[in-house]
Structures are given as structure tokens and as C-alpha cells.
């Protein structure tokens, strides 16, 4: 019964590492790519001034938009209902007109009915800017449906802001495999209790 319980440890062990769900969407090296909305390519406006990885970045900026959120966000993909899901990456941005929250968002659904399953959002002062900065975000995927959406939005009084930005580079979306790791954990007892 040890060498069943040893094998089963070295299998949860040996689970191999999901593969990223965004893929050269998350790094922003294919250009175009899949994000819907106004995303750019690399851009030099309070911004690091360049990709913390390969050769591009994302950005999402506006001069102003009457307050109204400006975001971009990649399409619903597929997950197992119920998946954990973890978002990593790195986010800079900044603004020199307006005061501003940028956000990047973890969201389970493909349209209606969205629910932010976590969120960073980081209010940002006028002429306030920040360089690479990581972060994680993760959550339970119900609806077996996921998107990630990043934005900023202005704070009143609303009016021209030339170069609100937010920067993202080096996304990673990664399902964990908990279903697996959660059956195996739940036989070592009976393998136990057989001796």
C-alpha cells in the first residue's frame, strides 16, 4: 500500500503546468491580435517606454472620452466549470491631464450576466505615473466561461486627458488543474485504510 500512496503523491507531483489560455495574446507579440477594443500597440506615452518582455506591449489610452470607461478585453474562453483560474502579469500606466483608475479584471461569463470574479484597480493622480508592476488575480470559473478585461476610468471633473494610459505585458491565464489534484488527495485515505 506505501508504493500505491507513493505513486499517487508523485502523480499530483507530477501534473504537468496548464498551458497559458491567452497565448501570444498575453504577451502582445503577434500584432494584431485578439483583444477586443481599443488596444495599441507599443506606446511611449506614460508608459515604461518599453515591453517588460519580447518586443511589444498593450496599451489601452485615451484623450479623455467624457468619463466614460475605456477598456479592451480578450474574448471568452472555454475553461472546465468550476476551474480555478489564476491571471499573472505585469501592468504600468499613468496620466498627465486627469485623474484616473486603471483596472485589469478577472471575469467569469462570455456576455451578459459578466461577474468579476477579482479585480486590481489602481487610482492614479494627475501627472502620476508607474513602471512594470506584477500582479495575480484568481478565482473560481462557474460559468465555464472567461475573459480578462483592462481599462481606465476617468474621475470628474471630466474633461481632456492627453495620455491616460494603462500598459500590460507578460499576461499569463492558467487554469489549475484542482480537479485532479483534489481526487487524487481525496483516495490516499481508502488506500490507507485497505492495509
Not at 44 to 53: I, K, L, N, S
Not at 112 to 130: A, H, K, M, S, W
Amino acid at each position: 500500500m506505501r508504493i500505491l500512496t507513493g505513486l499517487a503523491v508523485l502523480a499530483l507531483l507530477a501534473t504537468p503546468a496548464m498551458a497559458n489560455l491567452l497565448g501570444d495574446n498575453g504577451g502582445f507579440e503577434v500584432w494584431p491580435n485578439d483583444w477586443q477594443g481599443p488596444i495599441q500597440d507599443s506606446h511611449p506615452v506614460w508608459g515604461p517606454g518599453g515591453a517588460y518582455e519580447g518586443d511589444h506591449y498593450g496599451s489601452v489610452q485615451t484623450g479623455g472620452n467624457n468619463g466614460n470607461p475605456y477598456e479592451a478585453y480578450v474574448t471568452s474562453m472555454e475553461v472546465p466549470a468550476s476551474e480555478i483560474v489564476t491571471l499573472t502579469g505585469v501592468i504600468a500606466g499613468g496620466t498627465n491631464g486627469q485623474n484616473a483608475d486603471i483596472y485589469i479584471q478577472l471575469i467569469d461569463g462570455s456576455s451578459t450576466g459578466d461577474v468579476v470574479v477579482q479585480e486590481l484597480r489602481i487610482n492614479i493622480p494627475v501627472t502620476y505615473g508607474f513602471g512594470w508592476t506584477p500582479f495575480s488575480l484568481s478565482g473560481h470559473i462557474a460559468s465555464g466561461h472567461i475573459k480578462v478585461k483592462a481599462g481606465l476610468q476617468l474621475i470628474a471633473p471630466i474633461g481632456w486627458s492627453n495620455g491616460t494610459a494603462i500598459h500590460m505585458d507578460a499576461l499569463d491565464l492558467v487554469p489549475e488543474p484542482a480537479s485532479l489534484g483534489l481526487f487524487a488527495l481525496a483516495g490516499l485515505p481508502l488506500l490507507r485504510r485497505r492495509r
